[in-house]
């Protein structure tokens, strides 16, 4: 066998990174090293199969029939190389490697960072990087393995997988409520102060006030950051859109017409088909999965 004209499994594993994240800057950036250096590599890979592994389109770098066929001979280089550093580490652990997970910061606090902590406890050779963000579906996914998107989707060149519902409601604190009272109806929230997402800057117009049908509010503190929102209503700035699994149970926070006003929105998991075929993404959707199912009570109430 000549092993000159075999393609360079280094090669094969930087196209399997390009299939995952979409764009030459993402997986130079995940592998240390340069797109240049990616380009080259790729280009070198082309000459070895004697044709094309990638072609361009609007949502990033997408297999060719050619690309695909080496991606699965690099997914089984992939999956050797693990079990053998498995072995060698004497771990039984077969889950390494980086995973890169886009998520709204709420959901990403509260569900994905304690499965992912979980996770890597009984995966110690496992890296996490959860990045906050609260918008739309990415056409191109560039730079993560798998996001985490709320509200209606518009997806092509991915699957998605159904997380969970939950609720947006309103809520006020003890504070506001003795100092400035309660609206009776929902016309009332009018005469009060209001507590949401900066709407010019939002993606998901399913979680900002616009969007709900209520009346035009005397005035309104607005906050990229959920957090900052629960922080600001905490301290009396007005009445807040918050999703019901931070807030549930916590004194600080009293329900607000709850039996008039309340919206459910959907939580999906986003990734393309080929990071969907790696065991690290699978078993970060599982264990987020599972958290939220044990949790679902707190989704729900």
Do not use: C
């Not at 609007?58 to 550093?85: K, N």
């Not at 997380?163 to 609206?183: K, T, V, W």
Request: cysteine-free; aromatic content about 6%.
């Amino acid at each position: 066998m000549d092993l000159r004209r075999l393609p360079s499994p280094d090669d094969l594993l930087i196209l399997l990174t390009v299939a995952r994240l979409g764009r030459f800057n993402a997986v130079a950036e995940t592998l240390g090293t340069t797109h240049t250096t990616i380009s080259r590599r790729i280009l070198a890979l082309d000459k070895q199969l004697g044709g094309r592994t990638l072609e361009r389109s609007p949502h990033g770098w997408e297999l060719t029939e050619l690309g695909s066929q080496a991606v699965a001979a690099a997914e089984a280089i992939e999956g050797t190389l693990g079990a053998l550093s498995s072995t060698i580490a004497r771990t039984g652990d077969l889950l390494a490697g980086m995973v890169r997970i886009a998520t709204p910061d709420g959901f990403g606090a509260a569900f994905v960072a304690p499965a992912l902590v979980r996770l890597q406890q009984e995966h110690p050779l496992l890296n996490v990087e959860i990045l906050s963000a609260t918008r739309k579906v990415s056409q191109n996914r560039s730079g993560v393995d798998l996001e985490v998107v709320v509200g209606n989707l518009d997806v092509t060149n991915a699957q998605t997988i159904f997380l969970s519902n939950y609720f947006l409601r309103l809520y006020a604190s003890p504070q506001y409520a003795r100092e400035r009272g309660l609206p009776v109806t929902l016309d009332d929230v009018r005469q009060h102060g209001f507590v949401s997402y900066v709407e010019s800057a939002l993606q998901v117009a399913e979680l900002g006030h616009r969007s709900t049908q209520l009346p035009v509010p005397r005035s309104s503190f607005q906050a990229t950051s959920i957090f900052a929102q629960l922080e600001a209503v905490r301290r009396g700035a007005g009445i807040g859109l918050l999703p019901n699994f931070l807030v549930v149970g916590n004194p600080d926070f009293l329900p607000v017409l709850p039996d008039d006003f309340q919206r459910q929105l959907p939580i999906w998991a986003v990734a393309r088909s080929e990071s969907l075929r790696s065991a690290p993404v699978q078993a970060v959707i599982e264990a987020v999965r599972m958290e939220v199912s044990e949790r679902q009570a707190v989704l729900a109430g």
